[in-house]
Every structure is written in structure tokens, then in C-alpha cells.
């Protein structure tokens, strides 16, 4: 059966509550980073169909710099952390010092390599505190940094997914700067997308029911 | 399906297809390991371009799955409508863009692979039914954002990082 009709309110929920203790630690994580306070946004869990996907981080041409990494084990799936182009510039420079143009022939070696390592961090602490919160061991795959358009490279993502079906759920959780802060905002958007068969072991080990 | 008289530029999302008659212009954004494919006919000005994500049908696990997301049933199915067009298959060539590998991971893992993949499965298929490959501009890992002109026969592909260029 199609993933979007055996699933409930309550299922959302749960997935919501997933992306919040996700982003929550990888948030904490950024702020030690950044030594900033950072806020998070409610995750939206959504059902949406390759169209929508595709546009999800902006526009299908808006140019990010992506953190793509691949769940392996019991919930397989895959995650995104996605920067915007000023944003990503924007941590580069907290990071490094450097102001640098990540679409840029001459990307500076040592931002990329900063943004990467970001990347690594955040994802790591999201996933460890979802392998922490619904007990499955989660395998991730080294992750890998690309700044090219949205659509491009969400689609990486939907291989698994688009031999099941025409929609993926997504766990979208938005991070920013606390409004307090005086200097500019920088956020980053995280996307956990769990294969297909991922859903059955993520309910059953918070206890709640999946036909 | 009605064709279109002015022209316009008719946009192609990711698991379809269409078909598009000079002066139109039809296009799709944000090609990362899908295919664009497109197939003309350069005497009636008509072409179709899909939007293609996996390689192969046989990969569905639900066999209710839209048969544009395949390079094999919607290369099958655009075909069918451009004869539908008054198109002759003998007379179709193509032009394709796409196929890239948008993340390199030191594995081997075949999830990884469906850029390439997807590109060899086209191939293919337009070899089957004797479709004329003109031009391609596959693998690397570059997205593209690709719009052909079935007037001149041009296909434009732009990338971030590598400006634009005409196929």
C-alpha cells in the first residue's frame, strides 16, 4: 500500500517530535560551534510529491551548499543539511575568517573544507540523538559537501524512494540565529527523508502503531 | 492533448514528460542524476523531453508507480505521443543532458550510481528504437538546467559553476 494512505496524524506527530530531538542537538552543537545562541523552528513533517521535493530548498535553480549523507542500518534514509548561498558564506566567514563567493571557480579550500566539516558535525549530532531517542543503530555514510542548484541535488536523495512511490515524507527543521543576536542571521534547514521501509521500525520502536 | 500555437516555454517537472512545437520552447530545471531527454523531429519542429529519475521499470516495488519517472516507459510513452504528432520514429534524433553524480562518496554503492546509470539506460533505449544520438553532455556532478528549442534544434544547458552552453 502507498505510504500516504496508511499514515495518521499521530504519525506525524511522532516524525515531528524525531526532526525536534534531531535539530535540537545538532542545534546545541552549532551554537558551541558559532558560540551563538541558536533558535530552532517547529519541524514541518510533510507528504509532498518529486515537484514539490525538487523546490523544497528554494527554487529548483537556487544555488546551496548541501551536506549529503546516507542512513544505513535497521531505519535506512537519507539526510540534507542545506545552506543558503549567503548563508553558507556567512558561517564560512565565522568559521574561517575568510570571505569567500561558494560559487566561485576560485571557492577558497579552506571555507569548503569548513563548511564540510559543519556538515559532519551537525548531521553527526542529529543522527546520534535520533539513534539515542528511538534506539536503532544508525550507520551514517561519511558526508559529502556539494554547492550546486536545489533541485539537483535533493534528487540525489529520492533514488531509494522513487522506486516505491511518487511522494516522500519529509522532516524539514529550520534553524536561525536567536533574533537577539546582533549580528546577521545565518540559518540552515535540515531534511531527514527515511526510505520507504524505514517507517515501520521508526514507529515501532516509539510504540505506536503502523499497519 | 491540444497544441500549442504561441509561443511559450513549457516547463517539465521531474517525473514527466511533455511535448513542445516551435515556437515553444520546453525545458526543465535542476537535471542533477536524472536524465533530460530529448527526442525531435526536425521537419515538423516537434519535441519531447523527459524528466527521467530511475533507469529501469523493473526497478518499481509498486507496480501503480507514474510511468514517467523510467526512462524506458516514458521514453515509450513520449514516443507514442509524438506519433501521435505525426511524427515518424525512422525520422526522431535526440539530445540528452543530465546523468551526474551529484555527491562523491568513496563507495561503490549503486544508489550512488543512478546518474550514470540513468544515462546508459537512455543510450540504450534510443538505440532500440534507432533514435539518432545528435549530443550529450552527461556525467560529471554538475546540476543542469536544460531548454531545447525544436525550431533550431539547440539544446541550452546552464550550471552554476560552469556558465551556459548550447548542444
Known amino acids: 500500500m502507498d505510504l500516504i494512505q496508511q499514515i495518521k496524524p499521530i504519525h506525524l506527530d511522532v516524525l515531528q517530535e524525531v526532526g525536534n530531538i534531531g535539530a535540537g542537538n545538532a542545534a546545541t552543537a552549532l551554537s558551541q560551534l558559532l558560540n551563538q545562541k541558536i533558535d530552532l523552528n517547529v519541524p514541518s513533517v510533510r507528504i509532498i510529491d518529486f515537484q514539490e521535493m525538487q523546490s523544497l530548498a528554494g527554487g529548483e535553480e ?3 551548499a548541501a551536506t549529503f549523507l546516507r542512513v544505513s542500518g535497521e531505519a535506512p534514509g537519507s539526510m540534507f543539511l542545506i545552506l543558503q548561498k549567503e548563508e553558507a558564506e556567512e558561517l564560512a566567514f565565522s568559521l574561517t575568517g575568510n570571505k569567500v563567493n561558494i560559487v566561485d ?55 531509494e524512494i522513487s522506486q516505491v512511490g ?15 543576536s546582533d549580528s546577521s542571521t545565518a540559518t540552515g534547514q535540515f531534511f531527514l527523508l527515511p526510505d520507504p521501509d524505514a517507517f515501520k521500525r521508526i514507529f515501532q520502536s516509539l510504540g505506536v502503531d503502523w499497519s | 492533448m491540444t497544441k500549442i500555437e504561441q509561443a511559450e516555454v513549457v516547463k517539465v517537472g521531474m517525473a514527466d514528460w511533455k511535448l513542445a512545437e516551435a515556437p515553444s520552447t520546453i525545458r526543465t530545471s535542476g537535471l542533477g542524476s536524472c536524465i533530460g531527454a530529448v527526442v525531435y523531429d526536425e521537419a515538423k519542429q516537434i519535441a519531447a523531453l523527459a524528466h527521467v529519475m530511475l533507469p529501469d521499470s523493473a526497478m518499481a516495488k509498486n507496480k501503480e508507480t507514474n510511468r514517467a519517472k ?18 515518424s520514429v525512422s525520422r526522431l534524433k535526440a539530445k540528452i543532458a543530465g546523468g551526474a553524480q551529484m555527491f562523491s562518496f568513496s563507495s561503490n554503492n549503486e544508489v550512488m550510481r543512478i546518474g550514470p546509470r540513468n544515462a546508459e539506460a537512455v543510450k540504450e533505449i534510443l538505440g532500440q528504437y534507432r533514435i539518432r544520438l545528435i549530443a550529450e553532455d552527461t556525467g560529471g556532478n554538475k546540476g543542469r538546467t536544460i531548454e531545447f528549442n525544436p ?16 548542444i
Open chain 1, 62 to 64: 537556487t544555488v546551496v
Open chain 1, 105 to 159: 571557480d576560485s571557492f577558497d579550500e579552506l571555507a569548503a573544507s569548513a563548511l564540510s566539516e559543519l556538515g559532519n558535525i551537525l548531521a553527526g549530532a542529529y543522527l546520534s540523538a535520533l539513534s539515542d531517542f528511538t534506539s536503532i543503530q544508525m550507520q551514517p555514510s561519511v558526508p559529502s559537501l556539494a554547492i550546486d542548484m536545489a533541485g539537483a541535488i535533493i534528487s540525489a536523495g529520492l533514488t
Open chain 1, 166 to 180: 511518487d511522494y516522500a515524507i519529509v522532516i524539514d527543521t529550520l534553524m536561525g540565529e536567536a533574533e537577539d
Open chain 2, 70 to 87: 523510467f526512462a524506458d516507459t516514458a521514453l515509450e510513452d513520449a514516443l507514442q505521443s509524438l506519433q501521435q504528432w505525426g511524427c
Open chain 2, 151 to 166: 525550431a533550431d534544434k539547440t539544446l541550452h544547458i546552464r550550471t552554476v559553476n560552469q556558465g551556459e552552453s548550447i
